[in-house]
């Protein structure tokens, strides 16, 4: 096991490098060929490597990404949460309660995936909202009123409000200047490389992609992890491992995201060691084989309930 849950400095700095350098190259790729089939094609990619960010932050929420503290709770923080309008440390407290609560009503992520299975219509109408960024306009609005103090900090679509008597609005204003900052300071960094190339309307493509492909991939995501599963405290039951081809690991599946019940069982163990602690599991148990994303996507959309 010690093995298993060992961190790697090195490993740590190949997924934020890596990550960022697709983005890189992507942007690269939009700014040589700028034509409507390499926007689209750019945007893609873009929203996978923005969830690569977030699920990079979910590695440091759990102290596994790099070796020291500094490195998992700072660094993280600014090169992952912080341009994906994340926040580490209220994600941290926000996820302690999903790994706690997983299973019941208490789960704080449970709004992603409660209302799983339904009609194939409905979940085309829902995946239709995201990649047309209805979706995506309604996740801003969110962002915006929690930077505010309005609604509870989460990133499940459960919407609770705070108290605001006695809140003034010089007091409104600084609160979500000061929580949006860092937000505005990493893209405005971002925006500044760009423009320095003499390519500063590449920037809109990471915005359109946040807004379109990335809660696409969220959602499809947070199927497969948690959907369509029994209520139960079993961890063998109300989480699933899903095998992702390279189209999955480039955007609903990177980061290894997909084996999902083994970070469940031991969320100790790094992102790099999951390949390895899965076949640990194939081997010595009767964990059945995974399913690929169409098949759970087929599943969602049964309106049929899980067996």
Same mark, same amino acid.
């Given at each position: 096991m010690a093995t298993l849950t060992a961190r790697s400095d090195l490993w740590g700095a190949w997924a934020v490098g890596s990550t960022w350098g697709v983005i890189a190259l992507a942007f690269a790729a939009l700014a040589r060929w700028p034509n409507v089939f390499t926007f689209v094609a750019v945007?893609?990619?873009?929203?996978?490597? +923005?969830? =690569?960010?977030? #699920?990079? +932050?979910?590695?440091?929420?759990?102290? &596994?990404?790099?070796? @020291?503290?500094? $490195? /998992?709770? %700072?660094? &993280?923080?600014?090169?992952?949460?912080?341009? #994906?309008?994340?926040n580490l440390g209220k994600y941290k407290v926000h996820h302690l309660g999903h790994h706690t609560r997983t299973g019941t009503n208490q789960d704080p992520d449970i709004s992603l995936h409660e209302d799983y299975p339904v009609s194939r219509a409905s979940l085309v109408r829902k995946m239709a909202r995201d990649i047309f960024g209805l979706t995506g306009l309604k996740l801003v609005f969110g962002l915006v009123m929690m930077d505010a103090g309005v609604f509870k900090w989460t990133v499940a679509n /459960?919407?609770?409000?705070?108290? +605001?008597?006695? !809140?003034? *609005?010089?007091?409104?204003? @600084?609160t979500t200047l000061r929580n949006m900052g860092p937000m505005l300071i990493t893209n405005g %960094?971002? *925006? $500044?490389?760009?423009? $320095? &190339?003499?390519? =500063? *309307?590449?920037?809109? $493509?990471? %915005?359109? =992609?946040?807004? &379109?492909?990335?809660?696409?991939? #969220? !959602? #499809?995501?947070?199927? =497969?992890?948690h959907g369509c599963l029994d209520r139960s405290p079993d961890m063998f039951r109300n989480t699933r491992t899903t095998r992702a081809g390279w189209l999955a690991r480039a955007t609903v599946a990177p980061v290894n995201v997909n084996f999902h019940m083994e970070h469940h069982l031991m969320a100790s163990v790094p992102y790099h060691r999951l390949p390895q602690m899965h076949a640990w599991l194939r081997e010595r148990t009767d964990v059945p084989e995974p399913p690929s994303y169409l098949d759970v996507l087929q599943l969602a959309s049964s309106g049929q309930p899980a067996r």
């Open positions: 945007m893609a990619v873009l929203g996978g490597r +923005q969830l =690569a960010l977030a #699920i990079l +932050q979910h590695e440091g929420s759990h102290g &596994t990404l790099f070796k @020291s503290r500094w $490195a /998992n709770d %700072v660094l &993280t923080d600014w090169l992952c949460a912080r341009p #994906i309008w994340q /459960n919407v609770e409000r705070l108290p +605001q008597e006695g !809140r003034t *609005w010089p007091e409104r204003i @600084s %960094v971002l *925006w $500044a490389v760009l423009a $320095a &190339t003499g390519h =500063a *309307w590449l920037y809109g $493509a990471w %915005v359109l =992609a946040f807004l &379109t492909f990335l809660p696409l991939f #969220i !959602r #499809i995501r947070s199927i =497969a992890e």
